[in-house]
């Protein structure tokens, strides 16, 4: 097809690319191309500061996204190679049949119970395609194996986790008291292998993926218990961070973590809040409870990591005790 173009070197190709998709200037319908040295960009019009001249492209062929088949947007979130359609989703087996279609989902399962219980898990069936339950995820460089339907997973938290790894330092203590299938612990532990990473969990299937998952990253510095974290960290005093993701209830453990962090150090307390009162009576009753080991606290980030449900959010704050 017929369009205005203009010839930019390869050299400064992706910044010249960059510049003219903030301005909305190229036509992303087409493609382009590359001739000898030089990119041919298609414009949408002329641009100042270039020669623009005329030209025949190709045009992207687009995949059509589950939405686009469907006429309507479907509720789900991909985990490795499983989708996973929400249980109040309609039509759902004909989502799953469309899903399937996508590139790298062989299974489709369908969420029956909301994440629940002690072990943070729910109730799946399978809808179409392999009959597992079982898929391998990636995320931040590192890989884990988990079985949706026996342990919890979601990959909301990726950039969550990347920004806790990164308040890390070599040589620190870190307790993970609900780590799952390792996503904090592992990340922690391969970024900083002179680190000492405590990842504990009381799910015994999600022990078992921690500790497959920590070969599968040839990661050396994870320190597994399994337990509950209330009775397995009786012999930590000076832990340099201490991850609490387990927001329903982590305030209940906030007795156990001031035990374990030494002075200055810092406590990432995950909850679940109404935005109307994101921070200030969680804060308070941190507060409270810190005042009866008599420590002092100091909340050095507060943030909301995503939104959970009407008006409430999962947020974190991050908290240095005095
Ligand atoms: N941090 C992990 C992640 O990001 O995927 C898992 C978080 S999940 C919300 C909470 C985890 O805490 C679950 O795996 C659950 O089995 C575990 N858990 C619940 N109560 C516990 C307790 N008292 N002691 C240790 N682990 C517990």
Do not use: W
């Amino acid at each position: 097809m017929e369009s205005l173009y203009i010839r930019v070197s390869k050299n400064i190709g992706e910044q010249t690319r960059r510049a003219l998709t903030e301005i909305e200037a190229i036509d992303n319908d087409l493609k382009i191309k590359r001739e000898y040295d030089d990119l041919l960009i298609p414009v949408l019009r002329h641009i100042e500061g270039y020669e623009t001249c005329i030209g025949d492209f190709e045009n992207v062929i687009k995949d059509l996204s589950p939405a686009d088949i469907l006429g309507f947007s479907p509720a789900y979130e991909q985990i490795g190679d499983i989708a996973i359609i929400d249980r109040h989703q309609p039509k759902a087996q004909e989502v799953a049949q469309v899903l399937l279609k996508q590139n790298r989902i062989k299974t489709v399962l369908q969420a029956e119970t909301s994440v629940s219980g002690e072990y943070r898990t729910r109730s799946v069936s399978i809808l179409a395609g392999e009959k597992r339950t079982e898929t391998m995820y990636r995320e931040n460089e590192c890989r884990y194996l988990l079985d949706l339907s026996k342990v919890y997973f979601t990959p909301r938290l990726s950039t969550e986790r990347a920004r806790i790894a990164d308040k890390i330092h070599d040589g620190e203590i870190v307790v993970d008291m609900f780590a799952g299938v390792g996503p904090f612990s592992i990340l922690i532990a391969k970024k900083f292998p002179s680190a000492h990473v405590i990842a504990i969990d009381k799910n015994p299937d999600a022990v078992r993926y921690l500790k497959e998952n920590v070969l599968l990253n040839r990661v050396k510095n994870v320190e597994i218990r399994e337990g509950d974290s209330r009775d397995v960290l009786k012999d930590i005093k000076e832990a340099d961070h201490v991850i609490m993701n387990l927001p329903h209830s982590a305030i209940e453990f906030l007795d156990v973590a001031f035990g374990i962090v030494k002075k200055k150090g810092i406590i990432h307390f995950y909850a679940i809040a109404h935005e109307n009162d994101l921070f200030d009576s969680i804060l308070k009753k941190i507060g409270d409870i810190a005042g009866k080991y008599g420590l002092q606290i100091l909340p050095i980030d507060k943030r909301i990591v995503r939104p959970y449900a009407p008006y409430q959010f999962n947020i974190c704050i991050d908290i240095q005790v005095l």
